[in-house]
């Protein structure tokens, strides 16, 4: 039986189709990226198995990996209670997520002041 993709359709998008998605790595817990998708990336991600982004920068589907052969292959997909934000446990292969080589995007930390 293949799972109903009905959900995708109720998501709230921004003005230009989108909704932020955070990878997030399925076994520690470490939030690896965040990117955006739409319907076509999210449908593409359901139906394959690996993280599909849509990139504003060249206006493109993504497949998270292609070229760096650091794929995301998905575990797990929620939507949060607005239904305006995805959060996707995945395995990142290679262990980098990040274009910069880096595990994680977050890697800078802004200093706070002491309270």
Not at 14 to 19: E, H, K, P, R, Y
Not at 85 to 91: A, G, M
Request: with cysteine.
């Amino acid at each position: 039986m293949i799972p109903s993709t009905d959900w995708i359709a109720n998501l709230k998008y921004d003005a230009n189709g989108l909704i932020p998605a955070i990878a997030q790595d399925y076994q520690d817990g470490a939030v690896l990226m965040m990117a955006w998708m739409n319907r076509e990336s999210i449908a593409l991600t359901v139906a394959t198995g690996e993280a599909h982004y849509w990139s504003r920068s060249r206006s493109e589907l993504w497949h998270k990996g292609a070229t760096s052969g650091h794929i995301q292959k998905v575990k797990q997909l929620f939507y949060d209670c607005d239904a305006d934000t995805l959060l996707i446990k995945i395995e990142q292969v290679g262990n980098i997520a990040c274009h910069t080589g880096a595990r994680s995007c977050f890697f800078k930390e802004v200093e706070l002041a002491e309270t």
